[in-house]
């Protein structure tokens, strides 16, 4: 009998040694994100009654700013596949080029709180005597990543801003932060005044 108790208590403690010696190696997997396919780059021209005209990705519409009813030169390029759109506002100048790039500034300058930095880019073609400048918006939280204007200098302005209808995740967006950024960036390439 004492062989018998002695038998279940060397089995019980074995049991409890082996449980207690196991290391717990187990790790979560890191949260990961959704693999997002893009589309082909392919672009058509715009090319209206417009005081401008560029190239525009085919897998985008174009469509009129519809809380600016009063602007017929402002639009939206929009990417429904990825609930993003460029938001393109045109004035016409009239000596006041500095309060436009002033304001274009302002609206750059309120991302400060979320941005980690901001980045401008001068762009200069002579040829098609178009000027401007863009801004990288660095940051996790931050609602617009690039923003840029284009002008003439004398009589017309054009600012544009990407925004996405999603809350602003840039560590999840970022691949398709920069497959648009290549497409504003041949935007402004391609884009010409008109009558100039």
């Known amino acids: 009998m004492i062989k018998k108790?002695?038998?279940?208590?060397?089995?019980?403690l074995t049991i409890i040694f082996s449980l207690l010696s196991c290391e717990n190696n187990y790790m979560p997997r890191p949260r990961g994100y959704y693999r997002i396919d893009m589309p082909k780059k392919?672009?058509?021209?715009?090319?209206?009654?417009?005081?401008?005209?560029f190239y525009y990705p085919v897998y985008t519409k174009i469509v009129a700013d519809k809380y600016s009813k009063n602007q017929p030169f402002w639009i939206?390029?929009?990417?429904?596949?990825?609930k993003g759109s460029i938001h393109i506002?045109?004035?016409?100048?009239?000596?006041?080029l500095n309060d436009y790039l002033e304001d274009?500034?302002?609206?750059?300058?309120?991302?400060?709180?979320?941005?980690t930095s901001i980045g401008e880019k001068i762009i200069i073609n002579k040829p098609e005597n178009v000027y401007?400048?863009?801004?990288?918006?660095?940051?996790?939280?931050?609602?617009?990543?690039?923003?840029?204007?284009?002008?003439?200098?004398?009589?017309n302005f054009l600012r544009a801003a990407l925004y996405f209808n999603v809350e602003?995740?840039?560590?999840?967006?970022?691949?398709?932060?920069?497959?648009i950024k290549d497409d504003i960036d041949y935007f402004i390439e391609t884009f010409k005044w008109k009558g100039i």
């Open 132 to 155: 401007g400048k863009i801004y990288n918006i660095e940051g996790n939280a931050t609602a617009s990543t690039y923003q840029f204007y284009l002008t003439d200098s004398t009589d």
């Open 42 to 53: 392919e672009y058509i021209k715009f090319d209206s009654t417009f005081p401008y005209t």
């Open 5 to 12: 108790n002695l038998l279940h208590i060397f089995c019980a």
């Open 76 to 82: 939206n390029i929009e990417y429904p596949e990825f």
């Open 168 to 179: 602003p995740n840039n560590d999840s967006l970022q691949p398709v932060i920069d497959f």
């Open 104 to 115: 274009t500034r302002t609206l750059v300058m309120k991302h400060i709180p979320k941005a």
């Open 89 to 96: 506002s045109y004035k016409k100048i009239n000596n006041n």
